[in-house]
């Protein structure tokens, strides 16, 4: 499963209120996925969008949550936060299922790094 925390579900609402999508904003939530790249061989990131064909589809602290059967693989259990700091401030995701992040921090290794393989 895929949770969202309150503030982080907050800020989704938020986003998908003030922009035009052109879709009917009940069915946009957040997208969450992985794509082969960056130093580490893996990234992970979040895009608003609406549920496609096969999609894993959660829902937390009111905010639909999509994932792809590939990128699932690598994302189950996974929290997605909002965090606020003195020099930013953003999404982050909670990834238990890494095994070692680059150096700048945008790219993983997945503990499970066989992508051939679709549990």
């Not at 609402?13 to 069915?27: A, F, P, V």
Request: contains cysteine.
């Amino acid at each position: 499963m895929i949770t969202i925390t309150q503030e982080a579900a907050d800020k989704v609402k938020e986003l998908i209120e003030s922009q035009d999508h052109g879709h009917d904003k009940s069915k946009v939530g957040i997208r969450v996925y992985v794509k082969g790249g960056g130093c580490s061989g893996f990234e992970q990131g979040l895009s608003l969008d609406e549920a496609r064909e096969n999609d894993w589809v959660f829902e937390s602290n009111g905010v639909k949550v999509f994932a792809d059967p590939a990128s699932y693989r690598f994302l189950k259990d996974v929290e997605i936060r909002y965090e606020r700091g003195k020099m930013s401030e953003g999404f982050k995701i909670n990834n238990p299922n890494i095994k070692s992040t680059c150096g700048c921090g945008e790219s993983f290794e997945p503990k499970d790094s066989d992508p051939s393989e679709n549990k």
